[in-house]
């Protein structure tokens, strides 16, 4: 198994230009989520979705939006990046209660620059 | 609202101390808890969990017990390497969404 991947791994941008992260797991996971990690501010959830076709906001989703049109993709967009968007990106799947504990997989991250 | 606190670091220890990272936890539920370790330069991977009260869990030398009367899961290693070093996170999930403490760096010196 491959896990949880994301693409790419750096990504610089210029203000207003839009992108998509991509993110796909091959463990079957019900619920996958999209985290932001700045200094000193641990990880802030962005978005997450429960399955197919379902997707919901997390602490942070402004300037941000996803889908879910398979179990195993959850891509994030960005509309018209800003500077403070700058960050590090990651991505995460749960079997989410099948094995009773709603452990966390992540992929090794975007590391994103907005000039 | 659940929520995670647990130390603020760095941690600075020398080759073959014994570690300890406080954790603490409010919740409404029994939620499982989790240590995730993040080495340099990559995400979060899981350390050890532990389910219900009293449950023990333990990987790569790392320890850190259910303790419900006084919420807490602190991290334990009785000799730290300098392999060790990384950014370790302390977390409960009950649900799909977890709750993440800050994070804790640990830095080990030769």
């Known amino acids: 198994n491959a896990g949880v991947t994301q693409t790419p791994k750096f990504q610089v941008l210029k203000t207003g230009q839009s992108m998509t992260l991509q993110c796909a797991q091959d463990?079957?996971?019900?619920?996958m989520s999209w985290y932001r990690q700045d200094p000193g501010m641990g990880l802030r959830l962005i978005h997450y979705?429960?399955?197919?076709?379902?997707?919901d906001q997390g602490e942070v989703p402004n300037g941000y939006n996803v889908s879910r049109s398979t179990t195993e993709d959850f891509p994030l967009r960005l509309l018209s990046a800003a500077p403070s968007q700058t960050s590090v990106y990651f991505c995460a799947s749960s079997p989410a209660g099948t094995s009773g504990s709603y452990e966390q997989y992540f992929g090794p991250g975007t590391r994103l620059t907005v000039t | 609202g659940d929520s995670v606190t647990q130390m603020e670091g760095p941690v600075t220890l020398s080759e073959e101390a014994f570690l300890t990272i406080n954790c603490t936890y409010t919740a409404t539920g029994y939620p499982s808890l989790f240590w995730y370790v993040q080495y340099p330069g990559e995400g979060l991977q899981l350390l050890l969990k532990?389910?219900?009260?009293?449950d023990k869990g333990s990987n790569k030398g790392f320890e850190a017990t259910y303790r419900k009367e006084t919420t807490s899961f602190h991290l334990e290693k009785g000799s730290v390497q300098v392999s060790d070093s990384a950014v370790y996170f302390c977390?409960?999930?009950?649900?799909?969404?977890?709750?993440f403490g800050r994070g804790t760096s640990l830095i080990v010196h030769p």
């Open positions: 463990m079957n996971h019900e619920y």
């Open positions: 979705s429960v399955g197919a076709g379902i997707t």
């Open positions: 532990a389910t219900k009260a009293d």
């Open positions: 977390a409960l999930s009950d649900s799909y969404i977890p709750t």
